[in-house]
Protein backbone atom coordinates (compact mmCIF):
# COMPACT_ATOMS: atom_id res chain seq x y z
CA UNK A 1 0.00 0.00 0.00
CA UNK A 2 2.86 2.35 0.81
CA UNK A 3 4.06 2.96 -3.14
CA UNK A 4 0.17 3.43 -3.98
CA UNK A 5 0.32 6.59 -1.36
CA UNK A 6 4.08 7.59 -2.54
CA UNK A 7 2.81 7.37 -6.25
CA UNK A 8 -0.19 9.74 -5.98
CA UNK A 9 1.49 12.12 -3.35
CA UNK A 10 4.16 12.83 -6.20
CA UNK A 11 1.50 13.03 -8.82
CA UNK A 12 -0.23 15.54 -6.82
CA UNK A 13 2.61 17.25 -5.80
CA UNK A 14 3.78 17.78 -9.28
CA UNK A 15 0.01 18.73 -10.11
CA UNK A 16 0.11 21.36 -7.47
CA UNK A 17 3.55 22.64 -8.16
CA UNK A 18 2.99 22.97 -12.63
CA UNK A 19 -0.82 24.92 -11.17
CA UNK A 20 1.50 27.39 -9.10
CA UNK A 21 3.99 27.96 -11.23
CA UNK A 22 1.35 29.49 -13.92
CA UNK A 23 -0.87 30.97 -12.67
CA UNK A 24 0.91 32.18 -9.58
CA UNK A 25 3.73 33.59 -11.50
CA UNK A 26 2.79 34.22 -14.82
CA UNK A 27 1.00 37.44 -15.47
CA UNK A 28 -2.26 37.25 -17.58
CA UNK A 29 -1.02 37.82 -21.12
CA UNK A 30 -3.63 41.14 -21.27
CA UNK A 31 -2.21 42.71 -18.28
CA UNK A 32 1.57 41.65 -19.61
CA UNK A 33 0.64 43.47 -22.66
CA UNK A 34 0.06 46.65 -20.56
CA UNK A 35 3.13 46.30 -18.44
CA UNK A 36 5.55 45.29 -21.20
CA UNK A 37 4.56 48.36 -23.16
CA UNK A 38 5.06 50.92 -20.24
CA UNK A 39 8.17 48.82 -19.59
CA UNK A 40 9.38 49.66 -22.91
CA UNK A 41 8.23 53.19 -22.94
CA UNK A 42 10.44 53.75 -19.79
CA UNK A 43 13.42 52.01 -21.05
CA UNK A 44 13.37 54.07 -24.45
CA UNK A 45 12.85 57.25 -22.51
CA UNK A 46 16.28 56.19 -20.42
CA UNK A 47 18.10 55.08 -23.93
CA UNK A 48 17.49 58.36 -25.29
CA UNK A 49 18.38 60.72 -22.60
CA UNK A 50 21.38 59.25 -21.51
CA UNK A 51 22.55 56.55 -23.93
CA UNK A 52 24.73 54.88 -21.80
CA UNK A 53 23.17 52.08 -19.92
CA UNK A 54 25.42 52.67 -16.64
CA UNK A 55 24.57 55.79 -16.07
CA UNK A 56 20.62 55.16 -16.45
CA UNK A 57 20.40 52.02 -14.86
CA UNK A 58 19.83 52.93 -11.48
CA UNK A 59 17.09 55.35 -12.60
CA UNK A 60 15.79 52.75 -14.82
CA UNK A 61 15.27 50.48 -12.55
CA UNK A 62 13.58 52.90 -10.19
CA UNK A 63 10.96 54.28 -12.78
CA UNK A 64 10.58 49.72 -13.21
CA UNK A 65 9.87 49.13 -9.62
CA UNK A 66 7.22 52.10 -10.03
CA UNK A 67 5.67 50.26 -12.87
CA UNK A 68 5.54 46.99 -11.07
CA UNK A 69 4.08 48.71 -7.84
CA UNK A 70 1.10 50.45 -10.05
CA UNK A 71 0.11 47.02 -11.26
CA UNK A 72 0.76 44.95 -8.12
CA UNK A 73 3.46 42.70 -9.28
CA UNK A 74 7.31 41.85 -8.47
CA UNK A 75 10.16 42.56 -10.74
CA UNK A 76 11.01 38.79 -10.33
CA UNK A 77 7.43 38.02 -11.90
CA UNK A 78 7.74 40.23 -14.87
CA UNK A 79 11.04 38.40 -15.82
CA UNK A 80 9.36 35.06 -15.06
CA UNK A 81 6.15 36.43 -17.50
CA UNK A 82 8.30 37.61 -20.35
CA UNK A 83 10.98 34.32 -20.60
CA UNK A 84 7.49 32.32 -20.60
CA UNK A 85 5.60 34.51 -23.37
CA UNK A 86 9.04 35.13 -25.08
CA UNK A 87 9.34 31.30 -25.06
CA UNK A 88 6.16 31.29 -27.25
CA UNK A 89 7.44 33.12 -30.27
CA UNK A 90 3.76 33.21 -31.91
CA UNK A 91 2.18 34.83 -28.91
CA UNK A 92 4.91 36.99 -28.02
CA UNK A 93 5.19 38.58 -31.69
CA UNK A 94 1.24 39.11 -31.20
CA UNK A 95 1.63 41.13 -27.71
CA UNK A 96 4.06 42.95 -29.38
CA UNK A 97 2.21 43.87 -32.48
CA UNK A 98 -0.47 44.36 -29.96
CA UNK A 99 2.17 47.15 -28.14
CA UNK A 100 2.63 48.98 -31.26
CA UNK A 101 -0.99 49.21 -32.12
CA UNK A 102 -1.21 50.90 -29.26
CA UNK A 103 1.49 53.66 -29.57
CA UNK A 104 0.44 54.19 -33.03
CA UNK A 105 -3.27 55.20 -31.86
CA UNK A 106 -1.77 56.69 -29.04
CA UNK A 107 0.42 59.27 -31.79
CA UNK A 108 -2.73 59.60 -34.05
CA UNK A 109 -4.52 60.87 -30.99
CA UNK A 110 -2.12 63.53 -30.57
Keep these: MKP????WFI???A???ASRSTSGRIIQKEEMVLVMGEVYLAEMHYQKSYG???IYKPHLDKALLTIFKK???S???Y???FSYYA???ATFMEMNERIIQQYNNELIQK
Design 79 to 81: ETS
Design 52 to 54: TPS
Design 15 to 17: ISC
Design 4 to 7: FYAF
Design 71 to 73: HGI
Design 11 to 13: ALS
Design 87 to 89: ARP
Design 75 to 77: RKQ
